[in-house]
C-alpha cells in the first residue's frame, strides 16, 4: 500500500510541474504578444490627443509624434508619419508599422499596426 501511495505523489508532483510549465509559458507568450498591443493602443491614444491639441502647426506635430513613436520604442521613422490639415480645424494623422515577435527562436510572428486618427 506505501508503494502506491508513492507512485500517486510522483504523477501528483508530475501534474503539478507540467500544470506549472504550461502556465509559464502562457504568461510568457501573454508578454510576448501583450506588449507590441499595449504600445499600439498608448500610441494610438497619444496621436489621438496630439491631433487634438494641434494649433496648425503640422510639422510640430509631426515631430512631437515621433517623439512619442520613440519613447515607446516603436520601428517608425519621421517620415513614416503623415500629418494632414484637412480643414481649419481639423487634422488627420496616418501611420503604420510592423513588429516582429520571436517566442523562443522557434516561432516567429509579424503583426501590424496602423493608426489612421482625425481630430
Known sequence: MKRLHGHHSQQG???FTLVTIILVFCIYLGVKFGI???KY???QSDVRELARISLGN????KAQIFERAQELKLPLDVQDILVVRQTYNRVR???SWDERVDVLGLYQKVL???VDVEE
Open 41 to 43: 493602443s498608448a500610441f
Open 93 to 95: 494623422v496616418t501611420t
Open 58 to 61: 503640422t510639422e510640430k506635430t
Open 112 to 114: 501590424h499596426f496602423s
Open 36 to 38: 507590441p498591443y499595449y
Open 13 to 15: 508532483y508530475i501534474k
